[in-house]
């Protein structure tokens, strides 16, 4: 394990944290913690100290307990991850939708079953894949599908054009990126979508939620939103959602391209597609680094006394592959009966209000892949994948595939 020196004397020497941005393979880190000290100081990307929880039982503590604040860890002069890239005040963006009223319509237009989603979400798997067939071997699986069909999903949740996408698109590179200092191209970017967005509020064409939003400017019980507000929560729930949906889909992809046996489960027994998506949510690694938290007072984690003020970060692949929560932990077993138990969608307060939708459009978006492409697999040894570094998602910088 990669070392620094440590400030403090009543703790050993600390580690350097993310371990590995590899997602083919889980850092050998993650088990050697969870068994000797599942609460264990590390050095963050931004050079601040931080308790690193690698146990279920612990990390499902940290996440459930409201001493533990997503919220505080955008405050000035905390202990940081790494650099913030959005604006301090967007970092609880759904406790700020749900503070400024809007949850209703939020969850709302997350409903995989709204009127014309799942039906939106298989034309253009559908789509996607006539166009790779029609181009022919090989193809960047992630460039040329799972990101399109994420984004095009969440153009279409928010009722904006096709045609936007691009354009949101390109910041996504930079706003979710983890660095040790201020990135300047981030604000320069936030800027830019905003005013996109604010423009799309004034597009008659505009529906689904931004339509909405936009219709709430003429009720008096909405006097309080500014444009800017109401713009925020379309561009966040574009990236965020993009993302988070793309990111895992690319993920499950890797791993039943390096796991031919589950693979050829889930393409031979599509009825077993959902159940495999659960258990794909908890094997695979798109979660880069972990979800922070910062102690708001005294708390005893284990055998650790965390201190007010101190960041702590729940290590979700240490929780998902824990053997005391899921037996045989990296055996894929759809038939688990606690799959649904993994951390993949975070926890308590901020558990992620779009796990309906996470599910539907990864299950829908493999049952097309597997059907139409029953012969797909990796173009290149899966040693030769160029991983992305310094990001909140792990994912491979090109997918190449072969049918």
């Known amino acids: 394990?990669?070392?620094?020196?440590?400030?403090?004397?009543?703790?050993?020497?600390?580690?350097?944290?993310?371990?590995?941005?590899?997602?083919?393979?889980?850092?050998?880190?993650?088990?050697?913690?969870?068994?000797?000290?599942?609460?264990?100081?590390v050095r963050t990307i931004a050079g601040d100290e931080a308790w690193l929880v690698s146990s279920y039982e612990l990390c499902a503590q940290v996440l459930k307990d409201d001493r533990f604040s997503l919220k505080d860890t955008s405050a000035p002069g905390v202990p940081r991850q790494y650099a913030l890239t959005i604006p301090p005040e967007v970092v609880n963006n759904m406790g700020n939708i749900t503070g400024a009223g809007l949850r209703r319509a939020v969850m709302k237009a997350l409903n995989?079953?709204?009127?014309?989603?799942?039906?939106?979400?298989?034309?253009e798997a559908h789509r996607l894949v006539d166009t790779l067939v029609a181009e022919g071997p090989t193809a960047d699986l992630r460039g040329a599908?799972?990101?399109?069909?994420?984004?095009?999903?969440h153009c279409h949740i928010l009722g904006i054009p096709q045609g936007e996408a691009p354009a949101f698109l390109r910041s996504l590179d930079i706003a979710f990126m983890n660095s040790p200092c201020p990135v300047t191209g981030a604000r320069i970017n936030w800027d830019r979508d905003i005013a996109r967005m604010t423009a799309l509020l004034d597009d008659p064409a505009t529906h689904g939620l931004v339509g909405e939003l936009a219709a709430l400017r003429d009720d008096p019980d909405y006097a309080h939103l500014t444009d800017e507000m109401l713009a925020t929560v379309g561009v966040t729930l574009f990236?965020?959602?993009?993302?988070?949906?793309?990111?895992?889909?690319?993920?499950a992809l890797v791993y039943l391209l390096t796991h031919p046996i589950a693979r050829?489960?889930?393409r031979d027994r599509p009825d077993l597609i959902g159940p495999?998506?659960?258990?794909?949510?908890?094997?695979?690694?798109?979660?880069?680094?972990?979800?922070?938290r910062l102690a708001l007072e005294d708390v005893r984690l284990g055998d650790t006394d965390v201190r007010a003020g101190e960041l702590v970060l729940v290590l979700v692949e240490g929780a998902?592959?824990?053997?005391?929560k899921f037996p045989d932990p990296h055996r894929f077993d759809v038939h688990r009966d606690n799959?649904?138990?993994?951390?993949?969608?975070?926890?308590g307060a901020h558990y992620c209000p779009a796990t309906a939708l996470g599910r539907t459009h990864a299950r829908i978006a493999l049952e097309v892949l597997l059907d139409r492409l029953p012969d797909l697999a990796l173009a290149v040894p899966a040693g030769q994948l160029v991983w992305r570094t310094g990001f909140m998602k792990r994912i491979p910088e090109r997918l190449p595939v072969t049918w």
């Open 112 to 123: 995989p079953k709204a009127p014309g989603l799942m039906e939106y979400l298989r034309t």
């Open 276 to 292: 495999g998506v659960e258990e794909l949510l908890r094997v695979n690694l798109s979660i880069g680094d972990a979800l922070p």
């Open 264 to 266: 050829d489960l889930l």
């Open 239 to 251: 990236g965020a959602g993009t993302i988070s949906t793309s990111g895992f889909l690319a993920m």
């Open 145 to 153: 599908f799972c990101e399109p069909y994420s984004a095009g999903m």
């Open 1 to 41: 394990m990669t070392t620094a020196p440590d400030t403090r004397t009543d703790h050993p020497p600390l580690l350097d944290f993310p371990f590995s941005w590899d997602g083919t393979r889980v850092p050998a880190e993650v088990a050697e913690l969870r068994a000797a000290s599942p609460v264990r100081r």
């Open 339 to 347: 799959t649904a138990d993994h951390l993949s969608f975070g926890g």
């Open 320 to 324: 998902n592959l824990d053997p005391e």
